[in-house]
C-alpha cells in the first residue's frame, strides 16, 4: 500500500471517511485544487488532506485524526490570513466552510455565527432586524479569524472590536473535548481568545451582542496632494481626539489611481486620502465633520450617504480571492514630522495598490481596559499599517521590501503592541511584539493548559 505521505495510507483516509460527518478531500480528488487555495496567492501550499467537518464532533474527528498521523494542523475559517495561517504544506487543513450560516434573536438582540461564517452574512442577519455587530470591512473575510484576533471595522469607535461584544464561544479543544468559554465558564480561556483566539482551539460557533444600527452609513473622503502632508496631519491630529464617537477617521498616503478624475491635479504624485465614516444621524455629518476643513484646500472632496450592507460589501471585488498581498501593522501616539516626509517619499517608489494607513482608536474601543482581554494596543491614539498588494509573483520581494522599508520608517513612533490579524510574519519575535512581556507569560499558561501539546501552532504562537 503506497502512503499519501509518509505514514498516512489511503486505508487511513478511507477510514476517517466513514468516520467524519462531512468531506475529505486528498491530492486525488477532484477540486482539490480549487480547495487548497486561501485568499492570498502567495500561499500556494498542498496540505496531505483537508477535512470539511459539519460540526463539533466531526471536528474533534478530524483533530484526533490529525494528532495520531502526527500531520501539522491549520484551522480555516474565511482563509484570509495574513500569514497563511490556513493551508499547510504536508498538513491536515481542517476547513470550516462547510460550517457557515448566522441566526439572530431580535429580542434578546444576539447573533450566532458558525464556525466558518463569513463577515457578509453576520451583516446582512443583523441589519435583517435593524441590528448590527462591528466587524471588518470585506464581506468575504472569516468571522472566525477576525473575531479571534480582535476585530476592527467602521464602527469600532461607535461600539467596540468584535471581541468586546462577544458573549462566548464554543469550542473543540486539542484534546477533543467540546466546551464553552464566557465570561463565566472558563473566564481566563474566554481571556485569551479575545485577541489570541487561534492557539486554543476550533472555535465551532460564536455569540455576540448586537446593537439597533442602520440602515445608513455616511462617508467622505478627502484627497490633497501629498506637499500638503504636515498641514493636513495638523488637521487630522487635532481632530482625532476630539471626534465624536460615531466618526470612524482614517489618514492615508498613497498613489492616485490612474482612472480618478484628480490624477491630473495631483500630477500622478503621492496622495494623501482622509476618509471618514459617520455612523449617527445624517443631520450631524457635515457639522461634525467640519473640523476637517481647518486643513488645506483638498483636490476633491466627497460625501454619501448609502446603506450600511452595501458600503460593508462595497469594496468586496476589489479585494478579491488570488491577489498576493503583504501587510504589517503597529500602533502610534504621534507621528514625527521628518516620519511623514520620509513616508511621502517612501510611497513614490511603490507599487500600485499600496499604502500607508493611520486609523483613529479610542472611543469605545478605547474605554475597555488593556488587560480585560489578550488584544494588545487599544491604549494607542493611532493603529498603523502598510500594505501592498499586487498580482505577478516576481514582484513578490518587491512588494514585501516595501512594505518592512515603511514600517521602518514609523518604528521610532511604535508604540507597544500589534494587530495580530495584520502581521504577515510568524515566530516567537513577532507574537512578542503582538501581545507584549506581560501577556504572553498569561497566554504561555493558557497554552499550556488547554494545548500543551501545541497541535494548534499555524497561527502568531503562543509557546506552551
Ligand atoms: C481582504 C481582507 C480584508 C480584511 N479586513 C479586515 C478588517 O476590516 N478588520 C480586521 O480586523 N481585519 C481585517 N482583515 C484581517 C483579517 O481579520 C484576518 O486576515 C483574519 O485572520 C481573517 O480571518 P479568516 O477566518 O478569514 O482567516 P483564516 O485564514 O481562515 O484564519 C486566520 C487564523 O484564524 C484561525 N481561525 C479561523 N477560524 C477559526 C475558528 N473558527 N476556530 C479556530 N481558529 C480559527 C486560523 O487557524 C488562522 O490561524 C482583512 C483581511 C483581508 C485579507
Known amino acids: 500500500m503506497t502512503d499519501l505521505i509518509a505514514g498516512l495510507t489511503r486505508d487511513h483516509v478511507n477510514r ?30 498542498r496540505p496531505a488532506l483537508l477535512v470539511r467537518p459539519t460540526g463539533a464532533e466531526s471536528a474533534a474527528t478530524a483533530i484526533r485524526f490529525g494528532r495520531e498521523h502526527d500531520l501539522e494542523i491549520a484551522v480555516r475559517g474565511g482563509g484570509h490570513s495574513a500569514a497563511g495561517h490556513s493551508t499547510s504544506d504536508g498538513g491536515l487543513v481542517i476547513d470550516l466552510s462547510r460550517m457557515r450560516g ?16 463569513l463577515l457578509g452574512e453576520l451583516d446582512v442577519a443583523a441589519q435583517a432586524h435593524g441590528l448590527v455587530c462591528p466587524i471588518g470591512v470585506i464581506g468575504h473575510t472569516g468571522v472566525g479569524g477576525l473575531t479571534l484576533g480582535g476585530g476592527m471595522g467602521r464602527l469600532q469607535r461607535r461600539f467596540g472590536l468584535t471581541i468586546d461584544n462577544l458573549r462566548a464561544v464554543d469550542l473543540v479543544t486539542a484534546g477533543g473535548r467540546v466546551i464553552r468559554a464566557s465570561a463565566d465558564e472558563e473566564p481566563e480561556l474566554f481571556w485569551g481568545i479575545r485577541g489570541a483566539g487561534a492557539n486554543f482551539g476550533v472555535v465551532t460557533s460564536f455569540e455576540f451582542d448586537l446593537h439597533p444600527f442602520g440602515p445608513l452609513l455616511h462617508r467622505g473622503v478627502r484627497i490633497f496632494t501629498a506637499t500638503r502632508v504636515h498641514e493636513a496631519w495638523a488637521a487630522f491630529r487635532s481632530f482625532a481626539d476630539v471626534a465624536p464617537e460615531a466618526l470612524g477617521l482614517i489618514f492615508s498616503i498613497g498613489l492616485p489611481d490612474p482612472g480618478a478624475e484628480y490624477f491630473e491635479a495631483v500630477g500622478g504624485q503621492p496622495i494623501v486620502v482622509i476618509s471618514y465614516n459617520h455612523s449617527g444621524d445624517g443631520a450631524d455629518v457635515m ?53 511623514l516626509d520620509a513616508l511621502v517619499e517612501h510611497v513614490a517608489g511603490a507599487l500600485p495598490g499600496s499604502s500607508f494607513a493611520m486609523t483613529v482608536q479610542g472611543g469605545a474601543m478605547g474605554r475597555v481596559a488593556d488587560d480585560a482581554t489578550a488584544f494588545t494596543g487599544r491604549d494607542a491614539r493611532f493603529e498603523m499599517s502598510a500594505d501592498a498588494g499586487w498580482e505577478d509573483p516576481a ?70
Do not use: C
Open 395 to 464: 514582484l513578490d520581494e518587491v512588494g514585501r521590501d516595501w512594505v518592512r522599508r515603511a514600517m521602518a520608517i514609523v518604528e521610532p513612533d511604535a508604540v507597544t503592541g500589534r494587530y495580530v490579524n495584520e502581521i504577515a510574519e510568524s515566530g516567537q519575535e513577532e507574537s512578542r511584539a503582538i501581545y507584549g512581556d506581560a501577556k504572553i507569560r498569561r497566554l504561555s499558561a493558557l497554552k499550556r493548559e488547554w494545548d500543551p501539546d501545541n497541535v494548534f501552532r499555524l497561527n502568531h504562537n503562543i509557546a506552551p
Open 102 to 117: 448566522v441566526t439572530v434573536d431580535p429580542e434578546r438582540r444576539i447573533a450566532r455565527a458558525n464556525g466558518g461564517a
Open 287 to 339: 457639522r461634525d465633520v467640519a473640523p476637517l476643513g481647518s486643513g488645506p484646500e483638498p483636490v476633491s472632496s466627497t460625501d454619501i450617504s448609502q446603506p450600511y450592507l452595501e458600503a460593508q460589501t462595497a469594496n468586496d471585488l476589489a479585494m478579491a480571492w488570488g491577489q498576493r498581498s503583504y501587510i504589517k501593522g503597529g500602533y502610534a501616539d504621534e507621528f514625527r514630522p521628518e516620519a
Open 16 to 45: 476517517l471517511r466513514e468516520l467524519l460527518a462531512g468531506e475529505v478531500i486528498t491530492p486525488e480528488n477532484d477540486g482539490y485544487d480549487d480547495a487548497r487555495r486561501v485568499w492570498n496567492a502567495v500561499y500556494d501550499r
